[in-house]
């Protein structure tokens, strides 16, 4: 029955450049909120040619891209050569919960606000959100973990040296996200499709365009491995300006 209701996020969701259907999604919160400054923050895109932010960039958006690794960012640059510098930046960190605030603070103004965080850094994507305090976002994007269910508390133990192991040991259940961004001032809005994002909004933006129930026992959906597999591109993906 959740799906019936035209509010719920689910019915506008489609891939441009996200992994899944995150892009449609994206659309559509900020076609139900507005747009604010066109700014956002993305942490762990890998290469950027499939994260959550890629096409708000041919959009006219501009923003910050951190990633860890030194031979993705190398591409990056390469990829997208004519945005970086200019309405792209990049920083190659490893971000964890010791210094994400103090990297931050170097290139942000104290809680800043900008339109879109979204964070997916594998093994520890849930501390280290929890941990941010030194930017103001509207809308936040975070991957959870499915396996736990849209009831369970449960969460990795953090390690700072610790990398994901391609395991299904990572992150959160949903319901510890939501009971922690609660704690932030942002409620759940909805999950995409595949069962991979949660997306979370601040609460003085929330309205009656919204469904009035914020619980990850509504909005959970379960990983579909399969269906992820059904949005993987047909040609290889080329960025050109």
């Known amino acids: 029955k959740k799906y019936e209701d035209k509010k719920n996020l689910i019915h506008y969701g489609y891939k441009s450049f996200s992994q899944s259907d995150e892009d449609g999604i994206i659309e559509e919160i900020f076609n139900r909120i507005g747009v604010k400054n066109k700014k956002f923050l993305e942490i762990g895109v890998q290469d950027g040619l499939e994260c959550n932010t890629t096409y708000l960039l041919f959009q006219d958006w501009e923003g910050t891209w951190i990633e860890m690794d030194e031979s993705h960012c190398s591409k990056i640059k390469k990829e997208f050569k004519f945005l970086v510098g200019k309405k792209l930046k990049i920083l190659n960190e490893r971000?964890?919960?010791?210094?994400?605030?103090?990297?931050?603070?170097?290139?942000?103004?104290?809680?800043?606000?900008?339109?879109?965080?979204?964070?997916?850094?594998g093994l520890h994507t849930y501390h280290v959100l929890r941990e941010i305090s030194s930017i103001n976002p509207r809308v936040i994007v975070a991957e959870y973990n499915a396996k736990y269910g849209p009831k369970t508390k449960w969460a990795v133990k953090y390690s700072k040296t610790k990398n994901w192991d391609g395991s299904d040991y990572f992150g959160a259940s949903l319901k510890s996200f939501e009971l922690m961004m609660e704690k932030k001032n942002y409620v759940l809005i909805g999950c995409n499709i595949t069962g991979i994002n949660a997306f979370f909004l601040r609460k003085d933006l929330i309205s009656e365009k919204f469904i009035d129930n914020f619980s990850s026992e509504f909005h959970y959906e379960n990983q579909k491995i399969w269906l992820t597999k059904a949005f993987e591109p047909d040609f290889k993906i080329k960025i050109d300006n």
Do not use: P, R, T
Request: no cysteine; glycine share 0%; charged share 20%.
């Open 95 to 121: 971000i964890d919960v010791s210094n994400v605030n103090n990297i931050l603070k170097q290139n942000y103004q104290n809680n800043e606000e900008i339109d879109l965080l979204s964070i997916d850094i």
